[in-house]
């Protein structure tokens, strides 16, 4: 592009709706205080211009896990007996 960003401006956009404005061919702009989460909006902007970001084609359903697949679990330092969080990694 021609115009020029503000100085900064990189560390400005939430890629979920950056991704499907940029796909769209339109501008994107969102704002997160977390750089954390601006570096994984970098990488997928960044995948998206390669050609190498996995997306669900349209019209297709979102994929439900198998009873059997694990997508969660609990983390070792809560301690579901006693309801409370305890120093298990430590």
Do not use: C, N, Y
Not at 40 to 65: H, Y
């Amino acid at each position: 592009s021609s115009r020029q960003q503000p100085e900064g401006i990189r560390r400005w956009i939430q890629s979920t709706s950056a991704i499907a404005a940029l796909k769209h061919g339109r501008e994107a702009f969102g704002i997160d205080r977390d750089l954390a989460f601006l570096a994984i909006a970098e990488r997928r902007l960044a995948d998206l211009s390669q050609g190498r970001l996995p997306m669900r084609p349209s019209g297709q359903p979102v994929r439900r896990p198998k009873l059997s697949e694990r997508v969660a679990q609990v983390p070792l330092e809560w301690d579901m007996s006693r309801g409370e969080v305890s120093d298990a990694r430590r």
